[in-house]
C-alpha cells in the first residue's frame, strides 16, 4: 500500500515537472521571438546610406570624430583640392587654402537627419570650418556579415561566427 502511494506520488510530481518544463519551454520560446522581432535584422528597416562629407583638410580630424559618434563603422577619407585658382578664390572672397578632405561615411538611414544637423551646426560655428555634406542612397551590400558590420548590428555579426 506505500508502495502504490509514493508511486502515486512521484508520478504526480513528475507530471507537475514535465509541466513546468513545458510552460518554461513555451515562454522561452516566446521571449526569444520577441527579441527577435524587435531586432531589426531587415534591410528595409536599417537601411544605409553612403555619407560624403567635403571639408578643408585640417578640420578633416575633427569631422571624422564628429561623424563616428552617430556610430559610424566605416569611414574613408580622400585627400582633394578644389579647382578654383587664388584669383578667383580672392574675388569671391574665401580663403586662399584649397586642400580638401572628402569623407566618405557609410550610416544608417534613421542616423542620417541627426548627423547632417550636427555637421551644420559645426560648419557654421567653427572657424575655419566650412564644408558640405550629402548622402547617396546605397542599393545593395553583399554578405550578411558585412552589412551586419556596416550597419553596426553586433548581433548579426555575432550570429555569423
Known sequence: MADK???????????????????????VKKQ??????????????????LMITVVSRNKAE????LIQSFKVNMQMVVLASGTADAKMLGLLGLSDNNEKA???SVIQEQKIPAALVSLENKFNSIKDGKGISFTVPLTSVIGALIYGFLSDNK?????GK
Open 32 to 49: 526569444i521571438a520577441e527579441k527577435r522581432a524587435a531586432t531589426p535584422n531587415t534591410v528595409t528597416s536599417n537601411r544605409l546610406k
Open 102 to 104: 572628402v569623407i566618405l
Open 5 to 27: 502511494k509514493i508511486s502515486k506520488t512521484v508520478k504526480s510530481t513528475a507530471k507537475k515537472i514535465k509541466a513546468d518544463v513545458s510552460k518554461k519551454r513555451a515562454d
Open 155 to 159: 548581433q548579426m555579426v555575432k550570429e
Open 62 to 65: 575633427y569631422f571624422l570624430d
